[in-house]
C-alpha cells in the first residue's frame, strides 16, 4: 500500500523558513513523480511545486526564487524549502504521487504570521 507522512509545518513569522518533508513507503520512489499541493480553506488546491524522477523541477509562479524542491531516493524522501515566507503562503501542505490512482498525504499545516 503506497503511504505519503508529512512533516515539518509549523508557526514562523513573515521572512521566516520552514522545511517540509515527505516520506514515502510502498512503491518505487524512484521513478515517481512527485508533488507539493497546498489548499487554504474554501479555495482549491493548488499545485506548489513538482519535481520528476530525473530531479526536473517546476513551481507555480508565487513561489519561485522562495521556495526549493527537492528529493532524496535513498531514503524515499522529497522536501520543500521554503523561505522568506509570506502570511499569504500558510495553508495546508500536501505531498502528492500517482501510483495507479492519485495518493495523497494526510497534510502538514504551515502558518506564516505577519
Known amino acids: 500500500q503506497v503511504r505519503l507522512v508529512e512533516s515539518g509545518g509549523g508557526l514562523v513569522q513573515a521572512g521566516g523558513s520552514l522545511r517540509l518533508s515527505c516520506a514515502a513507503s510502498?512503491?518505487?520512489?524512484?521513478?515517481?513523480?512527485m508533488r507539493w499541493y497546498r489548499q487554504v480553506p474554501g479555495k482549491q488546491r493548488e499545485l506548489v511545486a513538482s519535481?520528476?524522477?530525473?530531479?526536473?523541477?517546476n513551481y507555480t509562479d508565487s513561489v519561485k526564487g522562495r521556495f526549493t524542491i527537492s528529493r532524496d531516493n535513498a531514503w524515499n524522501r522529497m522536501y520543500l524549502q521554503m523561505d522568506s515566507l509570506k502570511p499569504e503562503d500558510t495553508a495546508v501542505y500536501y505531498c502528492?504521487?500517482?501510483?495507479?490512482?492519485?495518493?495523497w498525504g494526510q497534510g502538514t499545516q504551515v502558518t506564516v504570521s505577519s
Open positions: 502528492n504521487t500517482y501510483y495507479k490512482r492519485d495518493v
Open positions: 519535481i520528476t524522477s530525473s530531479g526536473n523541477t
Open positions: 510502498g512503491m518505487n520512489f524512484r521513478i515517481a513523480a
